[in-house]
């Protein structure tokens, strides 16, 4: 088969057990002699995009891998620090959601277009986009493109944090304060995608994968995708900052 590694765990002296997600048997994990090694040791990295061959004595035991890297997905993120930890998030998510050995090629194909995607200037929101697949593919579908209480389906403006159902602006003011803003880029209109509007959809989307996705994890939601999120949020806090000094020093 082919799949995306999304990590890798060191095992023995010199080898590790991979998890990656396969195109046809879902999530699959195998321990790979030499991991460690010079040859070995580009084609684990999480986000490549490699070959493979499984093998095992028993179906239901660990088995091994044998693999051979077909391109480097993470490519366009190696240069980029914001880029690297969202791809990271992304693969980390995969990993710790996803039952191992159950069929989900579309979730193959989704990160694979999503890793291929981070070097275009909406890759905020295409990593957003990807995340609501991920919800909808493991039986949380949001509903974003109808007002939940009957309200104006062209003024949606917040998410209900209970039903993941999009609300209007004239229905939600008198609760906006418990709703979710709802991100520009996700409106009818089509809004701003500015790393502002991304945050807000990173804070949506993770209010559902913990509740919905990771309630029952003793770890919860994985500490890449906190990251990434915590990491963009001071680029945002840290820009506008900038503007409001900026402005005061003009004015």
Known sequence: DQGIVLSARPHGESGAVLSILTE???????????????????VVEPGNLVG????SRVADQLGTFT???EH??????????????ALMAACALCDEALPERESHPGLFYGLKTLLENMEGELWGVTYIIWEIALLRELGFALNLTRCAAN???????????????????????????KLLPLPAFLKPERGDASD??????????????????????TRGIPAQRLHFQERLG???????ANMELNNGTQG
Do not use: C
Not at 52 to 55: E, F, H, L, Q, T
């Open 151 to 177: 309200g104006d389906p062209e003024t949606l403006e917040w998410v209900s944090p209970k039903s993941g159902h999009a609300i209007s602006r004239a229905a939600g003011e008198p609760y906006k304060d």
């Open 67 to 69: 693999l051979e890297q």
């Open 24 to 42: 046809n048997y879902g999530r699959h994990a195998g321990y790979v002699r030499g991991a460690h090694s010079s040859r070995q040791r580009g």
């Open 52 to 55: 493979i061959r499984w093998a």
């Open 196 to 217: 502002e509007e991304v945050f807000k959809g990173l804070q949506m989307t993770a209010h559902f994968l913990e509740h919905w996705v990771f309630n029952h994890h």
């Open 234 to 240: 001071k680029l945002v806090n840290q820009r506008t």
């Open 72 to 85: 480097n997905l993470a490519t366009a993120s190696m240069d980029d620090p914001l880029k690297l930890t």
